[in-house]
């Protein structure tokens, strides 16, 4: 019977086993990741001298974003969100030429297989959403050539803070739309002005911001995916620049070049939209895409609802 004497069990032989035990990784990358995960995980718990409670609360905080999250709430995704992952992910997965627009976190809020809307129409199903917003634009190639045929993938908040998703009763399509440009390029469609709001925090990521001293709120934002034939699609927001939380976002997402000016409008200002009655805003928003390289996807428009 072999001796068990001899064998080594510090906390360095215990990293060197655990990275061994991946050596047999048919996938290389998938054994780079697996063993680099671990040597991260054990030097932070080493580097922390992690104690055996604080280890036993973090178990319990991972089961609690599993029983949390459902169809409607993703509160793995607002960890990432919250500790900078995603934007960091973003960066490291983006690299893109200058003047080509940026792109920023996708959230938990967003729901494949928006309605396909007509210029202009407005993707306001529900009454009391927020100030009516007209916001159009182009969406150009770096050179400035009008891109026709794009889909814009857009969907907000409203006024309550909250996004359709989040809320059972409302209506599927509220606040949702999906928008082609014409030849020249062009778009526009009707939306309400957003307003900041807070990322859910009555679960396991809440109780982190409180405990850390850190506040749950995002800025006023509309969220757009821009996809087209052999170009690169970019995952963007519409900041108001005027809006709170600009230099302290819950999620790390603002970048100063996404920055626009929703203008005020008065109810009897000839370029009201039909649509629209009473105070309303104008935003005009460019939106600029890279050119596919090869073996990427190339932002083919599909529809985001169908499965293979």
């Known amino acids: 019977m072999a001796s068990t004497g001899t064998r080594k069990t510090t906390p360095a032989d215990i990293t060197a086993a655990a990275v061994a035990s991946f050596e047999g990784c ?7 990741l697996m063993q680099s995960l671990v040597r991260h995980l054990h030097g932070f718990a080493t580097e922390v001298g992690l104690t055996e409670e604080e280890w036993r609360e ?4 991972l089961t609690a974003t599993g029983h949390i999250t459902d ?6 995704i607002l960890w990432s969100d919250s500790l900078g992952l995603s934007m960091l992910v973003d960066a490291l997965a983006h690299a893109l030429p200058p003047g080509a627009t940026e792109s920023t976190v ?3 809020f967003y729901v494949p297989g928006a309605p ?3 210029y202009g129409e407005s993707m306001v199903v529900e009454p009391g959403a927020g100030i009516p917003a007209w916001v159009y634009g182009r969406v150009l190639d770096v050179s400035g050539a009008p891109i026709a045929g794009a889909e814009l993938d857009v969907w907000q ?4 803070m909250l996004y359709a998703v989040q809320r059972p009763e409302a209506e599927e399509d509220h606040l949702r739309g999906r928008y082609l440009t014409r030849e020249d390029g062009s778009y526009a469609f009707v939306a309400v002005r957003p307003v900041p709001y807070p990322i859910p925090d009555d679960g396991p ?8 001293g850190r506040h749950p709120w995002r800025p006023a934002h509309i969220h757009m995916i821009v996809r087209a034939s052999g170009y690169k699609t970019v995952t963007t927001h519409v900041f108001d620049a005027v809006s709170e939380y600009l230099d302290s976002d819950a999620v790390f997402a ?3 070049s996404l920055f626009r000016t929703f203008v005020e409008r008065s109810p009897d200002d000839p370029e009201r939209p039909p649509s629209v009655d009473g105070e309303w805003v104008s935003l005009e928003n460019d939106i600029v895409l890279a050119r596919a390289e090869d073996g990427e996807d190339g932002g083919a428009v599909v529809d985001p609802g169908r499965t293979a």
């Open 157 to 160: 908040n409203g006024a309550d």
């Open 254 to 256: 603002v970048k100063p």
């Open 116 to 118: 396909q809307r007509s």
């Open 205 to 212: 990521v809440g109780r982190m911001l409180s405990a850390t």
């Open 58 to 61: 973090m178990i319990v905080t």
């Open 71 to 76: 169809a409607r709430r993703q509160e793995f």
């Open 26 to 32: 048919a996938d290389p990358r998938l054994r780079e």
């Open 106 to 108: 996708l959230g938990p």
